[in-house]
């Protein structure tokens, strides 16, 4: 990744805007409220924004497109994806892929280098801009293709990674990663290919710190930058063990609630908000560029920027780790 667009990545926050509650993730948003939500993470001081083409079949990009096409494009760092293409679909219905009311259109898998171009050819149409600063190819994993995981893994190293290594190349891209659930799926792509960042969601959070196994050291080693996603997981660490708390894109079982429950005791006993303790833990992680988090309001932008500066005892995180 080259210097000066990893510089405006991190920046003094270190936070992005994750795109997918822009594009009506599992409630709808209308696009007032989105573009006041996106305006308030620029006035808050981020300026690293993150979308797909998936998050609302196209409607997310459009809105951070409506916002940021009025910012000097220098300013802010851009990222979105390749892996699936948007087909016009008249019948569209009400919810699709956890998305309610998105665009017309339907996505389908796509990892070839053709589909590549395409694709980011059509999201700079849908952002109305002209420059996008890093690609992910997305969710190469288990999560999403299950036993096909290794036939589109194989597909999309032959054809996607090709393509957006060339865009790179050629300066059209400042730098090219994977975005995924698993950290399975970064370590096996740092072994097959040259990416500079890997963007991994849900795998470095006070409940699931399994990417430190192996592929934190392995990104220290590499200069691999990690941009952390999903570190609420799903929102349990955000909204706490409530009876309706979610996990890792479901309801929480019983024995993530009672962990909640214990971690958020241990947290309010150093006078710490659970969130707080949540975002900044993953801010810690020693190849973290930047921390993405969703929003749905100008006041959880807001809510998040103060987690992120709230003051934290060195102790508990001591207190932490023994309360695992």
Sequence with gaps: MNDSLLERLAGPLRLGLGGAPLGNLYAPLDDESAGRTIEEAWRQGLRYFDTAPLYGHGLSELRLGRVLGKKPRDSFVLSTKVGRLLRPDPAAPEERDGYVQGLPFAPHFDYSF?????SIEESLERLG?????IAFIHDIDRH????????????????????????RTEGVLGAIGIGVNEWEACRDALAA??????????????????????????????RVRLILAGVFNSGILASGATSNAHFDYGPAPPAVRERVERLAGICAGFGVALPAAALQFALACPCAA???????????????????????????????????
């Design 114 to 118: 053709d589909g590549a171009m395409r």
């Design 129 to 133: 801009l002209a420059r996008i600063d």
């Design 144 to 167: 999403t293709h299950g036993e096909r995981q290794p036939q589109r893994f194989s597909e999309a190293m032959d054809g996607a990674y090709r393509a957006l290594d060339r865009l």
């Design 193 to 222: 290919g040259d990416f500079d960042c890997m963007m991994l969601a849900g795998r470095y959070t006070l409940l699931d710190v399994s990417a430190t196994r192996e592929l934190v050291p392995l990104c220290v080693a590499r």
């Design 290 to 324: 930047a921390v993405v988090v969703g929003a749905r309001s100008p006041a959880e932008i807001a809510q998040s920027v103060a987690h992120s500066r709230a003051p934290i005892p060195a102790a508990l995180w001591d207190a932490l780790a023994r309360g695992h």
